[in-house]
């Protein structure tokens, strides 16, 4: 018999497949949340998606799940990604806080996708595993890049690991009637045995594999001696170094905090021994990765708010690359998806081993401002003087500096011990140049004082021009903003444009390079 095409049930939708099926997802959360227990009920719900699906393996996948089918099938229709977010749901109304403590992110088919397509970099023949399979978001979208070999692939080459075991048959099952031959129980009992309910981390060897494509868990967790990255304190770093340790290559979505957060540098240390790789790195506002429920519907933000990285590293790369902080809004995903590879460039080094996340069309500043000789560091002084600058300490889209008090509750307030160390810092910080470098070896939800004394002074600035001091204390009380935060009034000055322009030729130079797309909320609709 034929190999069967992936069934209707499973189709990705292409474009904002997340809202346009919320109200799919939303019916099928409420219906199961109601059934009582509520594992015993998803799992005879993917019983019966099966037996509607695929009634040639019907029999044996309901062995698997250890249940009959149920008597609606209330999954019909869902993508293998919106079967993530149900279950995810399900999961948080069980046990709210174990959910969370878990950092379960379920990937969206679009991400999922864009993540499996980098296959090309891997080949088709080895073996792949998913240490933290779930339902089996990821693995079913590597199936689907295989193309005419998706059936082999899953019959013979794909390992599922998870220690959430309904998740674990739920993946068996839904890459089994998604995949492979009919009536090929063999390929199924074959998928299964491979498949490991265990935990990742634990000292147990594991399987023979080349591969990995991986979504692991963001969350706190205590330090482990036994790792490298023990100082990291977070999931994802551990199973980030145990892939080192086991894989020849990996896929990978994580937070993008491994790039530049002190406690992960041993986590960039390990990297660094790859010869090379590609990391994509997406913001989380307008549009985020994460769309959907967060920790399930008991919270009352349903976006999940990581700022995430992409990870691919084969043997064949040879470099490392990355691309700036990736930002776009809701109508630019697709947009997104397809030309983020455009983005990659040469992978810089920070300070303090940070990885850049430099915008190429900004390169040439970088090489010409990293190895500048001095910094705003080297202007203030701890002493409260008269000379005084105030800066919100919670960017978005710019960073400004007011020489009268800012009326909010995150700032940063600097000193300087002469007037001119003042107007230099007044213009520096009013300038492009602190957003950009946030943006570039940061860009956090917060701007640290630590990285805010880094910002670099252009060898040739001097203060020829001191009119623009002039402009800027008229513009320090006409262009005051307030912005309400949870009740709390957070006030900031937001320059006109043509100020801060004036402002970066006194400070940068000729060479100014395009800082549209470093503001840009959305990136891809400047294209």
Known sequence: MPTPTTSSAFQTLKSHAPDISRWRTVRAIDQLRNKGDVKQAWLAAVAKLAAETRPDLSSKVCQILGVSPADENILEGLTIGELGVVYEALLADQDHKSRKEAGQFFTPDDVAEFMAQHLSHFGRTAKWLDPCCGVGNLSWHLAAAHGDAARDFVANQLILVDQDETALRTAVVILAISFLSSDDDAAVDALKSRAQYRDFLSPEPLPSYDYAIMNPPYARSAPRPDFATSNARDLYAYFLERIEQSARGFIAITPASFLSGAKFQTTRALLE??????????????????????????NTSRTNFVRAAIIVSAPAMQTWRTTPIL????????????????????????????????????????????????????????????????????????????????????????????????????????STLPYWWWRTIAGGISLSRHTLLTVPIPDEFTLADLNL?????????????IKINAGIPNENVKRPSHLTHKVNMAVIGKDVPDFSYVYSSDMFALR
């Open 273 to 298: 021994t790859r010869a090379g790789g590609d990391v994509y790195v997406f913001d989380n506002v307008p549009d985020t990765c994460f769309r959907g429920f967060k920790y399930g519907s008991k």
């Open 469 to 481: 001091v002039e402009e800027l204390r008229a513009s320090d009380r006409h262009d005051r903003t």
């Open 327 to 430: 930002r776009w809004a809701f109508r630019s995903r697709e947009t997104l998806f397809a030309s983020a590879k455009d983005w990659l460039s040469e992978r810089f080094i920070g300070p303090g081993g940070a990885w850049a996340k430099v915008m190429p069309s900004t390169a040439v500043l970088w090489n010409r401002l990293s190895n500048a000789g001095r910094h705003l560091g080297d202007l203030i002084t701890i002493t409260p003087t008269a000379f005084r600058l105030d800066v919100a300490s919670t960017p978005r889209y710019y960073i400004s500096a007011s020489s009268i008090p800012l009326q909010r509750a995150s700032k940063h307030v600097l000193y300087f011990e002469t007037e001119a160390d003042f107007e230099q810092a007044y213009l520096l910080l009013n």
